[in-house]
Nanobody, 120 residues
Framework: QVQFVESGGGLVQPGGSLRLSCAASGSIFSISGMAWYRQAPGKQRELVAAITSGGSTKYADSVKGRFTISRDNAKKTVYLQMNSLKPEDTAVYYC??????????????WGQGTQVTVSS
């Protein structure tokens, strides 16, 4: 019913930048909060950044000042601009959104994940 297409991951040198995109499609009535999570090898999945339908944002302390989350409601897309990347940012990045496919029918949906590797 709902699909995500994530893109923008890859290999980048320390100090470099990447922009992740995640577009939702399918039988979507409404989208509330959207977010990016990441999971490094051997670690738990953690919240990186989140944005409400109204545009309010929050960030993990480790990425504040370096990452920016944004969304285009018309395109049903969430973005993550990542600057000044560090090796410790290496992880699989997942998008997440609260989506209703019918009025009141809310649930969480996850993207398939995109690999970000920061290495020289």
């Amino acid at each position: 019913q709902v699909q995500f297409v994530e893109s923008g991951g890859g290999l980048v040198q320390p100090g470099g930048s990447l922009r992740l995109s995640c577009a939702a499609s399918g039988s979507i009535f409404s989208i509330s909060g959207m977010a990016w999570y990441r999971q490094a090898p051997g670690k738990q999945r953690e919240l990186v950044a989140a944005i409400t339908s109204g545009g309010s944002t929050k960030y993990a302390d480790s990425v504040k000042g370096r990452f920016t989350i944004s969304r285009d409601n018309a395109k049903k897309t969430v973005y993550l601009q990542m600057n000044s990347l560090k090796p410790e940012d290496t992880a699989v990045y997942y998008c997440n959104a609260g989506i209703a496919t019918t009025p009141g029918g809310w649930r969480d949906y996850w993207g398939q994940g995109t690999q970000v590797t920061v290495s020289s």
